[in-house]
Protein backbone atom coordinates (compact mmCIF):
# COMPACT_ATOMS: atom_id res chain seq x y z
CA UNK A 1 0.00 0.00 0.00
CA UNK A 2 1.95 3.31 -1.24
CA UNK A 3 0.38 6.58 1.04
CA UNK A 4 1.80 9.66 -0.59
CA UNK A 5 1.97 13.42 0.25
CA UNK A 6 2.02 15.72 -2.10
CA UNK A 7 1.70 19.95 -1.33
CA UNK A 8 0.16 20.70 -4.91
CA UNK A 9 0.30 25.00 -4.08
CA UNK A 10 -3.20 25.26 -5.59
CA UNK A 11 -4.96 22.55 -7.19
CA UNK A 12 -6.10 23.75 -10.41
CA UNK A 13 -3.37 25.49 -10.75
CA UNK A 14 -1.22 22.26 -10.97
CA UNK A 15 -3.80 19.32 -12.00
CA UNK A 16 -1.89 18.51 -15.23
CA UNK A 17 1.16 17.79 -13.12
CA UNK A 18 -1.28 16.51 -10.40
CA UNK A 19 -3.08 13.79 -13.09
CA UNK A 20 0.58 13.19 -14.74
CA UNK A 21 1.94 12.34 -10.98
CA UNK A 22 -0.99 9.77 -10.20
CA UNK A 23 -0.77 8.18 -13.92
CA UNK A 24 2.66 7.51 -12.85
CA UNK A 25 3.04 6.56 -9.56
CA UNK A 26 -0.47 5.37 -8.85
CA UNK A 27 -0.58 5.84 -5.21
CA UNK A 28 -3.37 3.78 -3.56
CA UNK A 29 -3.85 6.99 -0.96
CA UNK A 30 -2.75 10.69 -2.04
CA UNK A 31 -2.96 13.58 0.59
CA UNK A 32 -2.67 16.36 -0.87
CA UNK A 33 -2.51 19.94 0.90
CA UNK A 34 -2.77 23.95 -0.10
CA UNK A 35 -5.66 23.15 -2.38
CA UNK A 36 -6.45 27.16 -2.61
CA UNK A 37 -10.30 25.86 -3.62
CA UNK A 38 -13.45 25.14 -2.45
CA UNK A 39 -16.80 23.96 -3.35
CA UNK A 40 -17.43 23.54 -7.37
CA UNK A 41 -13.89 24.84 -7.43
CA UNK A 42 -12.88 21.14 -6.43
CA UNK A 43 -11.91 19.63 -10.00
CA UNK A 44 -13.87 16.55 -8.51
CA UNK A 45 -14.73 15.00 -11.75
CA UNK A 46 -10.70 15.19 -13.40
CA UNK A 47 -9.79 13.27 -10.09
CA UNK A 48 -12.59 10.97 -10.09
CA UNK A 49 -11.78 10.22 -14.47
CA UNK A 50 -8.34 9.44 -12.93
CA UNK A 51 -9.70 6.70 -10.76
CA UNK A 52 -9.62 7.81 -7.78
CA UNK A 53 -12.53 8.28 -4.95
CA UNK A 54 -11.79 11.82 -2.92
CA UNK A 55 -12.54 13.82 0.33
CA UNK A 56 -11.62 17.27 1.27
CA UNK A 57 -11.61 20.18 3.37
CA UNK A 58 -11.25 23.12 1.05
CA UNK A 59 -10.72 26.87 1.29
CA UNK A 60 -11.18 29.97 -1.16
CA UNK A 61 -7.77 31.05 -2.19
CA UNK A 62 -5.81 29.70 0.68
CA UNK A 63 -4.94 26.01 2.48
CA UNK A 64 -6.83 23.19 1.56
CA UNK A 65 -6.78 19.74 2.49
CA UNK A 66 -7.69 16.40 0.86
CA UNK A 67 -7.03 12.60 0.93
CA UNK A 68 -7.32 10.69 -2.80
CA UNK A 69 -8.24 6.67 -2.57
CA UNK A 70 -7.25 4.86 -5.72
CA UNK A 71 -10.48 2.49 -6.71
CA UNK A 72 -12.50 3.32 -3.74
CA UNK A 73 -13.67 6.39 -1.69
CA UNK A 74 -12.14 6.94 1.70
CA UNK A 75 -14.47 6.99 4.43
CA UNK A 76 -14.18 10.70 6.31
CA UNK A 77 -13.43 10.49 9.91
CA UNK A 78 -12.34 13.96 10.96
CA UNK A 79 -12.47 17.51 9.44
CA UNK A 80 -10.54 20.07 11.46
CA UNK A 81 -8.71 19.35 14.82
CA UNK A 82 -10.46 19.34 17.73
CA UNK A 83 -11.06 22.56 19.94
CA UNK A 84 -9.71 24.34 16.80
CA UNK A 85 -10.74 28.07 17.93
CA UNK A 86 -10.05 29.14 14.02
CA UNK A 87 -11.99 26.59 11.79
CA UNK A 88 -11.90 28.97 9.09
CA UNK A 89 -8.65 27.68 8.47
CA UNK A 90 -8.98 24.15 6.36
CA UNK A 91 -5.57 22.17 7.68
CA UNK A 92 -6.63 18.58 8.64
CA UNK A 93 -8.82 16.19 7.18
CA UNK A 94 -8.77 12.49 8.15
CA UNK A 95 -10.19 8.98 6.73
CA UNK A 96 -9.41 5.24 7.13
CA UNK A 97 -8.72 3.74 3.43
CA UNK A 98 -7.91 0.20 3.35
CA UNK A 99 -7.49 -0.54 7.76
CA UNK A 100 -5.04 1.65 7.63
CA UNK A 101 -6.35 5.12 8.84
CA UNK A 102 -4.49 8.26 7.13
CA UNK A 103 -4.68 12.12 7.84
CA UNK A 104 -3.38 14.74 5.53
CA UNK A 105 -2.19 17.98 7.01
CA UNK A 106 -1.40 21.39 5.93
CA UNK A 107 0.75 23.04 9.38
CA UNK A 108 0.63 26.56 9.75
CA UNK A 109 3.76 28.01 8.20
CA UNK A 110 4.61 30.87 10.92
CA UNK A 111 6.32 33.65 9.00
CA UNK A 112 7.13 36.45 10.11
CA UNK A 113 8.55 35.17 13.33
CA UNK A 114 8.13 36.23 16.64
CA UNK A 115 4.63 37.24 16.04
CA UNK A 116 1.33 36.23 16.17
CA UNK A 117 1.55 33.94 13.24
CA UNK A 118 4.32 32.20 14.95
CA UNK A 119 2.22 31.86 17.86
CA UNK A 120 -0.77 30.03 15.76
CA UNK A 121 1.53 28.13 14.37
CA UNK A 122 3.00 26.44 17.82
CA UNK A 123 -0.54 26.48 19.16
CA UNK A 124 -1.99 24.30 16.17
CA UNK A 125 1.34 21.95 16.71
CA UNK A 126 -0.23 21.89 20.58
CA UNK A 127 -3.82 20.69 19.31
CA UNK A 128 -1.94 18.14 16.45
CA UNK A 129 0.11 16.61 19.05
CA UNK A 130 -3.19 16.00 21.55
CA UNK A 131 -4.63 14.39 18.85
CA UNK A 132 -1.83 12.15 17.68
CA UNK A 133 -2.08 10.73 21.42
CA UNK A 134 -5.59 9.98 20.74
CA UNK A 135 -5.05 7.67 17.68
CA UNK A 136 -2.46 5.83 18.96
CA UNK A 137 -4.56 4.94 21.82
CA UNK A 138 -6.75 3.28 19.22
CA UNK A 139 -3.61 0.82 18.32
CA UNK A 140 -4.41 1.24 14.77
CA UNK A 141 -1.96 1.66 11.49
CA UNK A 142 -2.18 5.63 10.67
CA UNK A 143 -0.02 7.44 8.73
CA UNK A 144 -0.09 11.34 9.68
CA UNK A 145 1.09 12.96 6.53
CA UNK A 146 1.38 16.38 5.06
CA UNK A 147 3.29 19.68 5.01
CA UNK A 148 4.47 20.19 8.34
CA UNK A 149 6.31 23.50 7.37
CA UNK A 150 9.33 22.09 10.11
CA UNK A 151 12.58 20.83 8.76
CA UNK A 152 13.40 18.68 11.85
CA UNK A 153 17.12 18.94 12.24
CA UNK A 154 19.79 21.38 10.61
CA UNK A 155 20.49 18.20 8.15
CA UNK A 156 16.78 18.94 6.41
CA UNK A 157 17.69 22.55 5.27
CA UNK A 158 20.17 23.77 2.61
CA UNK A 159 21.61 26.22 4.61
CA UNK A 160 21.40 27.11 8.47
CA UNK A 161 22.55 30.47 8.37
CA UNK A 162 19.58 31.54 5.49
CA UNK A 163 16.81 29.88 7.49
CA UNK A 164 18.41 31.00 10.90
CA UNK A 165 15.11 33.32 11.42
CA UNK A 166 12.54 30.77 9.83
CA UNK A 167 9.80 30.31 11.39
CA UNK A 168 10.30 26.62 10.31
CA UNK A 169 13.75 25.77 11.56
CA UNK A 170 13.21 27.89 15.31
CA UNK A 171 13.88 25.49 18.23
CA UNK A 172 10.19 26.06 18.71
CA UNK A 173 9.23 24.25 16.09
CA UNK A 174 11.60 21.77 16.36
CA UNK A 175 10.77 21.00 19.94
CA UNK A 176 6.89 20.68 19.05
CA UNK A 177 8.11 18.22 16.44
CA UNK A 178 10.13 16.10 18.81
CA UNK A 179 7.10 16.06 20.97
CA UNK A 180 5.22 15.02 18.69
CA UNK A 181 7.41 12.08 17.55
CA UNK A 182 8.58 10.99 21.02
CA UNK A 183 4.75 9.70 21.23
CA UNK A 184 6.08 6.46 19.07
CA UNK A 185 5.69 7.81 15.70
CA UNK A 186 8.36 7.11 13.24
CA UNK A 187 9.74 9.41 10.51
CA UNK A 188 9.25 7.53 7.51
CA UNK A 189 11.86 8.91 5.38
CA UNK A 190 14.59 9.32 8.06
CA UNK A 191 13.45 5.37 9.10
CA UNK A 192 14.79 4.17 5.62
CA UNK A 193 17.22 7.17 4.77
CA UNK A 194 19.08 7.88 7.41
CA UNK A 195 21.17 10.97 8.27
CA UNK A 196 23.56 12.11 7.26
CA UNK A 197 22.40 12.47 3.45
CA UNK A 198 19.69 15.48 2.98
CA UNK A 199 16.66 14.45 1.08
CA UNK A 200 14.65 17.74 0.59
CA UNK A 201 10.79 18.22 -0.60
CA UNK A 202 10.59 21.64 -1.19
CA UNK A 203 12.44 23.97 -3.24
CA UNK A 204 11.55 27.65 -3.61
CA UNK A 205 10.70 29.27 -7.08
CA UNK A 206 13.04 31.87 -5.97
CA UNK A 207 16.98 32.74 -6.00
CA UNK A 208 17.03 29.52 -8.16
CA UNK A 209 16.47 27.24 -5.31
CA UNK A 210 15.96 24.12 -7.25
CA UNK A 211 18.60 24.21 -10.23
CA UNK A 212 21.11 24.91 -6.92
CA UNK A 213 18.77 21.87 -4.88
CA UNK A 214 18.51 24.78 -2.19
CA UNK A 215 15.71 22.88 -0.52
CA UNK A 216 14.08 21.70 2.85
CA UNK A 217 12.74 18.54 3.96
CA UNK A 218 8.94 19.64 5.15
CA UNK A 219 6.91 17.51 4.13
CA UNK A 220 6.73 14.46 6.55
CA UNK A 221 4.58 11.03 6.70
CA UNK A 222 5.22 9.68 10.25
CA UNK A 223 3.91 6.25 11.51
CA UNK A 224 1.66 5.00 14.23
CA UNK A 225 3.53 2.01 16.04
CA UNK A 226 1.39 -0.53 13.82
CA UNK A 227 2.33 1.33 10.63
CA UNK A 228 5.60 1.33 11.30
CA UNK A 229 5.86 -2.49 11.68
CA UNK A 230 4.52 -2.61 7.86
CA UNK A 231 7.56 -0.26 6.31
CA UNK A 232 9.04 -1.51 3.14
CA UNK A 233 9.91 1.62 1.70
CA UNK A 234 9.91 5.54 1.25
CA UNK A 235 11.15 7.95 -0.72
CA UNK A 236 10.65 11.18 -2.64
CA UNK A 237 9.20 11.63 -6.01
CA UNK A 238 12.32 14.75 -6.95
CA UNK A 239 11.92 14.62 -10.44
CA UNK A 240 8.19 15.54 -10.41
CA UNK A 241 9.64 19.29 -8.95
CA UNK A 242 11.85 20.14 -12.05
CA UNK A 243 8.25 19.36 -14.83
CA UNK A 244 7.34 22.29 -16.43
CA UNK A 245 4.24 24.87 -14.16
CA UNK A 246 4.88 22.38 -10.99
CA UNK A 247 4.55 22.79 -7.07
CA UNK A 248 6.88 24.00 -5.37
CA UNK A 249 6.81 20.22 -3.58
CA UNK A 250 7.67 17.32 -4.66
CA UNK A 251 5.51 14.01 -3.82
CA UNK A 252 6.73 11.83 -1.22
CA UNK A 253 5.70 8.35 -0.15
CA UNK A 254 5.45 5.45 2.19
CA UNK A 255 5.39 2.03 1.60
CA UNK A 256 3.45 -0.64 3.92
CA UNK A 257 2.73 -4.27 3.65
Not at 91 to 119: H, T, W
Not at 137 to 153: F, H, I, M, Q, S
Not at 197 to 225: K, M, N
Amino acid sequence: MRIATYNVNGINARLPRLLEWLEEARPDVACLQELKADGEKIPIQAITDAGYGAIWHGQKGFNGVAILARGEQPVERRRGLPDDPDETHSRYIEAEVGGVVVASIYLPNGNPQPGPKFDYKLAWMERLIDHAASLLVEEKPVVLAGDYNVTPRDIDTFSVLAMADDALTQPESRAALRRLLHQGWTDAIRARHPEPAPLYTFWDYQAGAWPRDAGFRIDHLLLSPQAADRLVDANVDKAVRGREKASDHAPTWVELR
